[in-house]
């Protein structure tokens, strides 16, 4: 097993690599440089949570094409669309399987929090 370093606020590594696959914790919509969260509604923050997702794939040595699952949360069902809207925009042809969550409040007012599994290219 092998934990990834990188920004983590908490007890918890941003991701970790076991048996071929990347477990990628779940990424909420900071902005890396100023650790404020993205302004701008629940599009901006799905992309945000995305492309902070994507920065711990990277770091692990994987892309958006090899995600095998992701799970999203969100505290209102009723902003699934807007975020579906971003999340395909994301995946493009890549359909990995999901789940949609909807949770209580998340951490810092976030509307959106997002993990993921990859697998590791061969």
Not at 4 to 12: C, D, E, I, K
Not at 16 to 23: E, K, N, R, S
Not at 25 to 42: D, V
């Amino acid at each position: 097993m092998k934990k990834l370093s990188g920004r983590a606020s908490g007890h918890y590594s941003p991701g970790v690599i076991a048996g071929g696959m990347l477990y990628v914790s779940g990424q909420l919509p900071r902005i890396p440089e100023t650790g404020n969260i993205a302004a701008g509604g629940i599009e901006a923050q799905a992309q945000q949570a995305l492309l902070n997702l994507e920065a711990v794939l990277k770091l692990g040595g994987a892309t958006r094409e090899n995600v095998v699952q992701c799970r999203v949360y969100v505290t209102d069902i009723g902003l699934w669309d807007a975020v579906n809207g971003v999340y395909s925009a994301f995946f493009g042809g890549h359909k990995p399987a999901r789940a949609i969550v909807p949770v209580g409040a998340l951490h810092h007012g976030c509307l959106i929090e997002i993990e993921a599994v990859a697998e590791l290219p061969q």
